[in-house]
């Protein structure tokens, strides 16, 4: 059994065939979905298909590309929403400093300024509510890991999905005691700094996803990926780690269990 521990099902790529995927995925032996949100209308629709089936999970937040419209309202409407019994982590949220526009790095600090206050405040509701969180991060890895120092301790637990940073920045997170997710984008052809640092990660630390419908996996580039394809991310980690596929689904899937308590 495996689980998909980052998705969006919510999104409207899956609108025409939302139950067959979902169908496609219990077929192919995925045990539980966790369906994350973006925003507080997907934490929402999170909710709702999370009450539909008992294998499917949501995490509610705001991703930090949508912060600069969040204010007391919406941060009061999310503390509300987490306290939901389908809800099992606060996420995604996090830093992103990736500027869409120009394909560099974000040089506005007052969209920085707002991502790292928001992201505070975030946190805040994580440890309220006693949830885990699920951590976004793009080319922002020194700021948030100063922020999860000074503002995360004591027993809430974290994943920072689709690892991406380097091997410095991996070492910290797994000092710290968090986990890490690795997507499709390890079976990429040149993806081989991917492929290192799941060699360096303990599989108890490692958590599976999909980030559906984004990084479909090498074997089914051209399509909208799905849940049923994070058995090609599991297949992917056990040829680098040298392991039976078997192994890695037990042990990822008992971790990531025990992380989101379900």
């Known amino acids: 059994m495996l689980i998909d521990t980052h998705c969006h099902l919510d999104f409207e790529q899956f609108n025409a065939d939302r139950q067959e995927v979902i169908n496609r995925a219990r077929e192919q ?7 994350v949100a973006a925003d507080l209308n997907g934490a929402l629709a999170s909710i709702k298909l999370a009450a539909e089936y008992d294998f499917i999970f949501a995490a509610a937040g705001i991703h930090p590309h949508y912060v600069q419209k969040a204010d007391e309202n919406e941060l009061k409407r999310l503390r509300e929403i987490a306290g939901d019994e389908k809800v099992i982590a606060l996420g995604e949220i996090g830093l992103d400093y990736y500027n869409h526009t120009t394909g560099g790095l974000l040089s506005d600090r007052k969209i920085k300024s707002r991502q790292q206050e928001l992201l505070c ?51 910290n997170c797994l000092d710290l005691g968090y986990k890490v997710s690795f997507t499709g984008n390890i079976t990429y052809k040149k993806a081989d700094n991917l492929r290192d640092l799941v060699t360096y990660v303990p599989l108890e630390d490692m958590f599976l996803e999909t980030d559906a419908p984004f990084l479909t996996p090498q074997a089914k580039r051209g399509k909208r990926n799905e849940p049923s394809y994070v058995q090609y991310v599991a297949r992917e980690v056990a040829r680098i780690k040298n392991v039976p596929e078997e192994k890695v689904a037990d042990i990822t899937t008992q971790s990531a269990r025990l992380f989101f308590n379900i």
């Open 29 to 35: 032996g995925i045990g539980y979905i966790v369906n």
């Open 121 to 171: 405040a975030f946190i805040e509701i994580a440890k309220e509510k006693d949830l885990p969180i699920i951590f976004h991060c793009r080319d922002a890895h020194d700021d948030l890991l100063s922020i999860l120092k000074d503002n995360l301790k004591g027993r809430t637990k974290a994943v920072v999905h689709c690892f991406s940073g380097n091997k410095k920045f991996l070492r």
